[in-house]
């Protein structure tokens, strides 16, 4: 599954002395996690509504084996064609939220979305429904790139990693969205059994473009492009405070200044992202991109793209029904993850979390090749290790990576930084979705792997393990600044003890004492070389 940025400083609300009670700009930075819902549904909808038997009448051709149905290069086709828009939209969203702003670039992709889901209506036909398909992924590819954006921008950094993870629990809740619709319509034998699911994704469009609509722009966006006194009143709303609060001032300069620090270094390109510095940012831009890589290798998108005829496959009776627990254990196991982010810590949850996969998805290949589809014994088996592997990712690596990924970049390539992060993110999804169909069908030109493709996505558990003992630094707790300051000082490895020594330097100094850290390991470096 596939959110975003943040920006450097303490995070809005995180000087030192700010009392952790400010509700309002919680509530409007987690609104924005709403996005969530528009992209987890349109992800989760396409698994129940191509085994529809209207849709498979309206786009499919009747078969080798005397039924009327869709080909496994349609079906590849048509469940990830998304992601080739999403890659694309993630792409676009680093200029249109650069130009447009956070705020209104969401509004634009709300727009470009809802053509997508208007053409996908019209649709008689394979070729109109598949750039339905293509503009969707458009918007969605923008709404996951700009949304945990515009939350880590404006979220106090107290809260911050439990703000974005929302956008994921969002996420999951659309999915199950989607589950219950399709089980809702699946029966009719009209069209509506597939255009009601489909339609119902205006209303998470119209709600998210008109909440975005009402929201403030995120300050340090404001304060980039020189609108200062407008940067004052979006401040102020957020910490529910007069725009002349000396809060506000306060929160305003400190954004100032890490801008100043930042444009010393000159405007950027994408080819910034991959140069060796002394704050690492090709290290950060490729822990970004791998990470979510390695979040799509998981194989969970098997289960939720794939996951209702692979259950059909597999001998078991009710599998929309299965579809809806798997989903409910996703939205559920999300909410302990979003408790745990600020306490656990990030690191530690996602080696726990790919320890926890990994086990999962080699038990079930193994009781999928020992087991009998008629085994209701060993069915119930497979389908209990498929749930916990789900609660395993959804309490993880699901909203963790976006986390991360929120809070790795420096201000100057952020944008840039994350919409490749996002587009990697969309890129194994499509490649992925596109290749499922071939790995786990029946007939010829198909491997025809069935449940044992959870070898596979047990084996690429194993590297998330690797990945993130090697590449992942601790972050719990430090403001953006301290998160530079610990990438130029220290390694992923030992940045447990590092961060620790971080958080009392600025609970003593104030961000301040960030600052002087900084320019000591500035300093050392320059005597080093």
Not at 60 to 80: A, C, D, F, R, Y
Not at 272 to 280: G, L, S
Not at 308 to 321: A, D, E, H, L, Q
Request: glycine residues 12%; charged residues 15%; neutral net charge.
């Amino acid at each position: 599954m596939a959110g975003g940025p943040a920006a450097t400083g303490p995070g809005i609300g995180g000087s030192g002395g700010t009392p952790k009670n400010k509700w309002a700009g919680i509530i409007m930075t987690a609104f924005a996690a709403f996005g969530g819902i528009l992209f987890g549904y349109d992800t989760g909808v396409i698994s129940g509504i191509k085994e529809m038997p209207n849709w498979l009448e309206t786009f499919g051709k009747l078969q080798p084996n005397g039924k009327i149905g869709i080909s496994t290069s349609t079906e590849s086709l048509v469940v990830s064609i998304l992601s080739a828009g999403t890659f694309f939209g993630a792409l676009l969203a680093a200029p249109m939220g650069d130009l447009m702003g956070r705020k209104w670039g969401l509004v634009g992709a709300c727009v470009v979305f809802s053509v997508g889901v208007a053409l996908q209506m019209a649709a008689t036909a394979i070729p109109l429904y598949t750039v339905g398909r293509v503009g969707a992924g458009l918007g969605v590819g923008m709404v996951s790139c700009l949304v945990p954006m515009y939350q880590s921008e404006c979220s106090p950094k107290w809260i911050r990693g439990a703000v974005v993870s929302c956008y994921q629990w969002a996420i999951t809740i659309g999915i199950l969205l989607a589950s219950v619709v399709n089980n809702a319509t699946k029966d009719r034998t009209d069209m509506a059994s597939w255009r009601i699911p489909t339609g119902v994704q205006f209303i998470w469009a119209a709600i998210l473009a008109a909440g975005m609509f009402v929201l403030p722009e995120s300050p340090r966006y404001l304060i980039k492009r020189g609108r200062e006194e407008d940067a004052a009143k979006a401040l102020a709303r957020l910490l529910s405070a007069s725009p002349h609060d000396p809060e506000v001032a306060a929160e305003l300069n400190e954004i100032r200044a890490n801008l100043r620090a930042e444009e010393e270094l000159g405007e950027s390109s994408y080819l910034d992202c991959f140069k060796p510095t002394h704050n690492k940012i090709l290290f950060r831009t490729l822990t970004g991109i791998f990470l979510q890589a390695w979040q799509q290798l998981t194989g969970i998108n098997f289960i939720f793209y794939y996951g209702t005829t692979f259950f059909v496959r597999s001998g078991i009776r009710n599998p929309f029904i299965i579809s809806i627990a798997t989903n409910v254990v996703n939205v559920g196991m999300t909410v302990p993850g979003i408790w745990l982010v600020d306490r656990a810590g990030r690191r530690r949850l996602l080696l726990i979390g790919a320890l926890g996969m990994l086990i999962c998805e080699f038990i079930v290949a193994i009781v999928g090749v020992t087991v009998s589809e008629t085994n209701m014994a060993g069915q119930k088996v497979l389908i209990a290790f498929i749930c916990i592997y789900i609660a395993f990712f959804a309490a993880t690596w699901g909203p963790i990576a976006w986390v991360v990924t929120g809070e790795i970049f420096p201000l100057n390539v952020r944008a840039k930084a994350m919409s490749m992060s996002t587009a990697s993110n969309w890129l194994w999804n499509f490649g992925i979705g596109y290749a499922t169909p071939y790995l786990v069908n029946p007939g010829e030109g198909n491997a025809n792997l069935g449940v044992k493709v959870f070898f596979i996505w047990g084996s690429t558990c194993v590297g998330c393990l690797v990945f993130t003992y090697f590449c992942i630094p601790e972050t719990k707790g430090l403001s953006l600044e301290a998160i530079d300051v610990l990438y130029q000082n220290t390694t992923p490895i030992n940045s447990v003890a590092y961060r620790r020594r971080l958080i009392a330097e600025e609970d003593a100094h104030g961000p301040a004492g960030i600052f002087t850290e900084k320019e000591i390991g500035e300093k050392e470096l320059r005597e080093h070389v």
